[in-house]
Nanobody, 121 residues
Framework: QVQLVESGGGLVQPGGSLRLSCAAS????????MGWFRQAPGKERELVAD???????NYVDSVKGRFTISKDNAKNTVYLQMNSLKPEDTAVYYC???????????????WGQGTQVTVSS
């Protein structure tokens, strides 16, 4: 029932910026941990950033100081502002919603379909 739709990907030169958006429907993101993952060709999917219900944030070391995750609960939308982009940032970026299922159970993850980010000169 929860649907996540990403937008904002595209082609950008090194040093440029992009802002990704993830619009959620069927659920209020205010009660869930939201995050962005990415997967580059030939590599495993990795967590880029996440944001908790209290707006605490976490980033993978490679993007610290360059990327910022934020959310607008009223709009039910999560954002990823990406600055100083590098070719190594090229990947498909996926929005993620993590819903708690209770003690003794792993959280259930909802995923968007992904948006391509290509950083190239």
């Amino acid at each position: 029932q929860v649907q996540l739709v990403e937008s904002g990907g595209g082609l950008v030169q090194p040093g440029g910026s992009l802002r990704l958006s993830c619009a959620a429907s069927g659920n209020s993101i205010s009660i869930d941990v939201m995050g962005w993952f990415r997967q580059a060709p030939g590599k495993e999917r990795e967590l880029v950033a996440d944001i908790t219900t209290t707006r605490s944030t976490n980033y993978v070391d490679s993007v610290k100081g360059r990327f910022t995750i934020s959310k607008d609960n009223a709009k039910n939308t999560v954002y990823l502002q990406m600055n100083s982009l590098k070719p190594e940032d090229t990947a498909v970026y996926y929005c993620n919603l993590k819903r708690a299922r209770g003690y003794g159970l792993a959280p259930f993850n909802y995923w968007g379909q992904g948006t391509q980010v290509t950083v190239s000169s």
